[in-house]
């Protein structure tokens, strides 16, 4: 109980120190407290609140682009579908930043599933259970995240192998190999 107390008011201290109230900034030190949170208290999802629009709009969606890439570090080619979420002012915000826009092809919602699926393994298996410090931290945790997944990772589609094959070995100890900063461990075995 005082978990959840220290955690909501927590959040209304930074509500009330953030100057606009669409744009919460969040320091080191409120980190390092969401870090402390959650080792001690298992609920500490449960107090979040999360923000965001019941039917975002085209301009909303546009004042996303800017926030999720900021300082320069906007990718080359955005892949995305042809909903009306992306009006004329996120067209603009995209070709401001420099950013192709590559669009799915029309009436073909089977394309999506496999990078939504991507996108769905990278927070389940990873993001989910950390908390990213900074804008250095989120690219290291996912080449660790992407490594163990190209190295340990099992797919059905490759015969219950990983996409970099490693050999069978049946004799030796079995031994845990930590990958991801501890989040998953790969078994292999040694002499």
């Not at 919460?24 to 407290?33: A, E, F, P, Q, S």
């Not at 999360?50 to 800017?66: D, F, M, N, S």
């Not at 955005?78 to 401001?96: K, N, P, T």
Request: charged residues 25%.
């Amino acid at each position: 109980m005082q978990a959840e107390i220290i955690a909501l008011r927590h959040q209304l201290t930074v509500l009330q120190r953030s100057q606009k109230p669409r744009r919460l900034v969040l320091n080191r030190c409120d980190r390092c407290l969401w870090v402390w949170l959650s080792r001690l208290w298992s609920g500490w999802r449960s107090s979040l609140m999360i923000v965001k629009p019941a039917h975002p709009t085209a301009e909303w969606t546009a004042q996303q682009i800017p926030e999720a890439f900021p300082f320069n570090t906007a990718p080359k080619y955005l892949l995305r579908d042809r909903d009306r979420i992306y009006g004329q002012e996120f067209h603009d915000q995209v070709a401001v930043m420099n950013i192709n826009e590559v669009l799915g092809a029309r009436r073909s919602p089977w394309q999506r599933p496999y990078v939504e699926r991507v996108i769905g393994s990278i927070r389940r298996e990873c993001l989910d259970h950390m908390i990213v410090f900074d804008e250095d931290s989120l690219p290291r945790t996912l080449r660790s995240y992407f490594s163990y997944y190209r190295r340990s990772g099992l797919h059905l589609s490759i015969d219950k192998d990983s996409p970099d094959p490693r050999p069978v070995r049946s004799v030796g100890k079995i031994i845990a190999c930590r990958e991801v900063g501890g989040l998953h461990h790969r078994y292999d075995r040694v002499a």
